[in-house]
């Protein structure tokens, strides 16, 4: 059974850093996106990063380029999210998703595209 389950959350001071991680297990192959996406109360979920497992090809957010980074470890589909500088506005709750094929999404960033979800981590960041 395809799973994700995300690990890292937590509280921070406002310019600290969290590393998030994303366990993926039950899949059958190895190639497939990766994302993560953010929600806070009464707000569509946001695309933050996204990767393309099969060859590392990665898509951030303008609002948290050069901030965050998506990185993956292959040995065993894990997938991260270091965050630096955080900020108020970083607050939220986390989810990593999947697409779990070979597909190459046009839309990486978009929740539609996805069609498994972890539960979510909370990340507060305080001032």
């Known amino acids: 059974q395809f799973r994700l389950v995300e690990f890292g959350g937590g509280s921070v001071q406002a310019g600290g850093s969290l590393r998030l991680s994303c366990e993926v297990s039950g899949y059958t192959e190895t190639t497939m996106t990766i994302g993560w996406f953010r929600q806070v109360p009464d707000k569509e979920r946001e695309g933050v990063a996204a990767?393309?497992?099969?060859?590392?090809?990665?898509y951030y957010a303008d609002s948290v380029k050069g901030r965050f980074t998506i990185s993956q470890d292959n040995a065993k589909l894990t997938v991260y999210l270091q965050m630096n500088s955080l900020n108020l506005e970083d607050t939220a709750i986390y989810f990593c998703?999947?697409?779990?094929?070979?597909?190459?999404?046009?839309?990486?960033?978009?929740?539609?595209?996805?069609?498994?979800w972890g539960q979510g981590t909370q990340v507060t960041v305080s001032s």
């Open positions: 990767i393309y497992t099969g060859d590392n090809l990665t």
């Open positions: 998703a999947a697409i779990d094929s070979s597909y190459y999404s046009p839309s990486p960033l978009h929740y539609s595209e996805y069609n498994y």
